[in-house]
């Protein structure tokens, strides 16, 4: 069976400072690859997502990047953190139906 | 882009059926989704529609009418872990991504 791990579960980042988040997919191979953020009671934001190895689409003209280094790992990366990146970052893999890992919590002060 | 609506907020009691509608406008059509999700957790997938009908999955149906752009989630016999808040989200024609409604929270009382 299929499993999507993501790590750190929480993270507590000053303004400025680098952010680097991975997302690692067991039991599949070649899997598409979502990076989401979702905003304290709000909706998910579809930051980036990728359909394979070293290609990546970007949604949001952020101060983020990804990258997909493996076939079944997806990093989310910024150079200086904003206090508006605080939220809730999910990842997500899948043909069709989207499954999602257990988010990392990231509070930026 | 999609437009994606659903209701913000629905209230019902424990044991009774609440169906939450989402409609929706796209560019192309490939499939209707709803997730559950707990607060503080991340969504989990329940339902999957891209033919008109309705798909059954125990105390949870999904409907979808592609003519209309709509669809319900119908929940039965709620139990208090129903409270949650329940997205909806429409894939368009030759694309990978998902779009999402903002969500309806619902909340079971006894």
């Known amino acids: 069976s299929q499993t999507i791990h993501q790590w750190p579960a929480t993270l507590v980042q000053p303004v400025g400072s680098p952010l680097s988040l991975e997302c690692t997919v067991e039991?599949?191979?070649?899997?598409?690859l979502y990076w989401y953020r979702q905003a304290a009671g709000r909706g998910l934001q579809l930051l980036f997502y990728?359909?394979?190895?070293?290609?990546i689409s970007s949604e949001v003209p952020q101060n983020l990047s990804a990258s997909r280094p493996q076939d079944r790992q997806f990093i989310l990366s910024s150079k200086k953190l904003l206090l508006s990146d605080s939220g809730f970052y999910l990842c997500?893999?899948?043909?069709?139906?989207?499954?999602f890992g257990p988010g990392t919590r990231l509070t930026v002060l | 882009g999609q437009n994606i609506d659903q209701p913000t907020e629905m209230t019902a009691t424990e044991g009774a059926i609440v169906q939450i509608n989402c409609t929706y406008q796209?560019?192309?059509?490939?499939?209707l989704f709803w997730y559950q999700q707990h607060a503080g957790e991340a969504p989990t997938f329940l339902s999957y529609?891209?033919?008109?009908g309705l798909e059954e999955k125990g105390r949870f149906s999904s409907f979808l009418s592609r003519s209309k752009g709509y669809s319900y989630l119908l929940l039965k016999e709620l139990q208090m872990k129903d409270s949650a808040s329940y997205l909806c989200?429409?894939?368009?024609?030759?694309?990978?991504?998902?779009?999402f409604g903002a969500g309806t929270t619902v909340t079971v009382r006894a």
């Open positions: 997500a893999w899948g043909p069709n139906e989207q499954f």
């Open positions: 039991g599949t191979s070649n899997p598409n």
């Open positions: 990728s359909v394979g190895i070293g290609q």
């Open positions: 796209t560019s192309g059509f490939n499939g």
């Open positions: 529609n891209v033919l008109d």
């Open positions: 989200a429409v894939r368009p024609l030759n694309d990978y991504k998902l779009s």
